[in-house]
């Protein structure tokens, strides 16, 4: 069955049975942009496109066991707000992507437990430290999913967060614990069992638990902080990924923060150890906000060569409502090849414009 059936099934079933879905909740984001893109590093050159940024639709719900036990679940799938990505007035097909975190499990007052695809704890414990002030943007922090990264180079990257340099990585097959709230701090876990792998290495998917992930977050009114540790196996190298970070929010109006990663054997390949650090800053008037960001990565490769990579981001906002917004952002990111490589430094632009609808 194709996406578009899945899709009208879905929708169909919502309307036609409300009452058989009284705890359950449509939401969703769309997010689209408008750059100027001057990519070197990415093959772009100078051109300009319409972007969908981590749109999503999706189902949640949960239903009441008694005795303070409850079975929840979430459904959630990416939707290309812009049709396609080939441009040139194409059709852009369903418009339907990939599917995000989904999942089922039960929540008490002794936590949550979760099975199915979700972000992995050190993922969900970047953002908890609350720094991404403009987030899937042009100046998001993260690079994004790393697991299926075979390769340390630059092309590791994303072309729509070009400054981005942080890692994270949503997982199949995951098994996860969220604990209560307790003295302002929130733990994770998951572990993932050998389903899910990347490649076809001997005795590779034989575990329980190849990958596994645990989170800690803590939150007040004006300070957030969080760490993570993830490792993953794959292609016959465990990659070992260590993140803190945190911010202050202060009179009501300024945010500072940064974060820092160091990750071993960084893409899945051996002696390929790479650091990355961030510093943002927000100031929110009215319904009004401006914001900058900074991030600087190394990535160094035994016997071959690695890079660095030098960003920074200014970004200014306009809030109609707490669900709608707009927004222009400005990028710049430097990618310097070291050692010995014979390839010149590159330098990418991005001027965006873009518009954010949360529902």
């Not at 009284?22 to 408008?34: L, P, R």
């Not at 972000?119 to 987030?135: C, H, N, R």
Request: glycine share 14%; with cysteine; charged share 20%.
């Amino acid at each position: 069955m194709n996406k578009k059936l899945i899709a009208a099934a879905v929708t169909a079933a919502v309307v036609a049975a409300p009452a058989a879905f009284a705890e359950s909740v449509v939401y969703g984001k769309f997010h689209t942009s408008y750059d100027y893109n001057k990519q070197p590093t990415f093959g772009k050159d100078t051109n300009y496109s319409l972007e969908s940024r981590a749109s999503r639709l999706g189902f949640k719900g949960s239903e009441d066991l008694g005795n303070g036990l409850k079975a929840i679940y979430q459904a959630e799938f990416s939707v290309q707000t812009d049709g396609n990505d080939g441009g040139y007035g194409q059709d852009g097909g369903d418009g339907w992507g990939g599917q995000r975190n989904t999942f089922i499990g039960l929540a008490s007052d002794w936590g949550t437990v979760l099975a199915g695809r979700h972000d992995t704890p050190s993922k969900v414990a970047f953002y908890g430290a609350g720094t991404e002030i403009l987030g899937d943007s042009i100046i998001d922090l993260n690079r994004g999913n790393t697991l299926g990264c075979n390769n340390a180079a630059g092309s590791c990257r994303s072309s729509l967060a070009p400054i981005g340099v942080f890692s994270e990585y949503r997982a199949d097959n995951a098994v996860a614990y969220v604990s209560p709230k307790f003295a302002g701090f929130t733990l994770i876990g998951a572990f993932i069992p050998g389903e899910d792998r990347v490649g076809d290495v001997d005795k590779e998917g034989d575990s329980w638990a190849d990958h596994y992930s645990f989170g800690a977050i803590f939150n007040t009114n004006s300070i957030k902080a969080s760490a993570g540790y993830q490792q993953t196996k794959a292609l016959g190298t465990k990659q070992k990924v260590w993140q803190v970070g945190g911010s202050w929010t202060f009179f009501d109006a300024f945010k500072v923060g940064g974060n820092y990663e160091t990750t071993d054997n960084f893409g899945q390949i051996d002696d390929a150890d790479y650091d990355a650090w961030g510093l943002v800053g927000k100031w929110s008037f009215g319904n009004n906000a401006v914001g900058a960001v900074y991030t600087n990565a190394d990535l160094k490769r035994k016997n071959e060569a690695g890079y660095k990579s030098d960003g920074w981001g200014l970004e200014g906002e306009h809030n109609f409502s707490k669900r709608t917004k707009i927004y222009a952002a400005y990028a710049q990111n430097k990618l310097k090849p070291q050692s010995n490589s014979d390839e010149s430094n590159e330098k990418d632009k991005v001027f965006s414009l873009g518009m954010i609808h949360s529902f």
